[in-house]
């Protein structure tokens, strides 16, 4: 696969946009919003993942005001060094910057089809709130702490929505993953997974001390079904 990047200006300045193109050399367009570790080998890792499942992906640099090109080890001390990013960050600027992002995104000739995001911690509350105020084909939030704060917001989405949380998450208080499911049924368009036994991150398989491989192997294989259902490849559809 291809990897390049591409620029996105904002009123305060321009900042990096990581992009995947598939070898197909085209699909869908899937943005994908970081973690508090940056655009790291994790998100990166992700990046080629879902290029290699056909999509047009996109990373923007959601730290660029605070640090450009933050990445963070992912061990104890990039962690705390990551914490004390994200307490500094500000989520609305995030969320402007991801819709910006996702303009650019689109705008890509080899985007052929819809428009996802896909979000993980930090880019899992992000990617929520993107989708309260931006048409898209398809969102997914992985456990995002802001999100059983703002549950407000699910009236404002219209798109597919797939939420995963860990039960046993010490971020997201396990009666808060509950108030997502509770808000969430009814709704036709929303989806919600809670893997009981993981904990914060259990996806990301770069940090020892978040990854559960059985939980994120659920998870992942949902998540590829998802996007195989609404934000599928033109051939295929």
Not at 25 to 40: A, D, H, K, R
Not at 101 to 121: S, Y
Not at 163 to 169: E, I, L, S, T, Y
Not at 219 to 227: G, H, I, K, N, P
Request: proline fraction near 6%; aromatic fraction near 8%; glycine fraction near 10%.
């Amino acid at each position: 696969m291809l990897q390049r990047v591409e620029s996105v200006s904002t009123p305060d300045g321009s900042f990096d946009l990581t992009v995947w193109v598939p070898d197909s050399g085209n699909g869908p367009g899937l943005l994908l919003i970081q973690e508090i570790y940056g655009v790291s080998d994790y998100i990166r890792a992700v990046g080629e993942d879902l290029a290699a499942l056909g999509y047009v992906v996109a990373a923007p640099d959601l730290f660029w005001r605070l640090q450009p090109g933050y990445q963070a080890a992912h061990d104890d001390a990039g962690l705390a060094s990551s914490l004390e990013m994200g307490s500094r960050f500000d989520v609305a600027g995030g969320v402007a910057d991801s819709v910006a992002a996702l303009g650019v995104l689109a705008g890509l000739p080899e985007v052929d089809g819809g428009i996802g995001i896909i979000g993980f911690c930090l880019g899992g509350s992000i990617a929520y709130l993107v989708a309260a105020q931006t048409p898209l084909d398809a969102a997914i939030s992985f456990y995002g702490s802001a999100v059983p704060d703002q549950l407000g917001l699910l009236d404002q989405i219209t798109a597919p929505l797939l939420f995963h949380f860990g039960g046993a998450d010490p971020y997201i208080a396990r009666e808060s993953v509950q108030a997502v499911q509770d808000a969430a049924a009814g709704r036709p368009n929303v989806v919600i997974y809670v893997e009981e036994d993981a904990g914060h991150a259990f996806h990301n398989r770069k940090a020892p001390m978040f990854h559960q491989p059985e939980p994120a192997a659920r998870a992942w294989q949902r998540t590829e079904e998802f996007l195989r259902r609404h934000l599928p490849h033109k051939h295929l559809s």
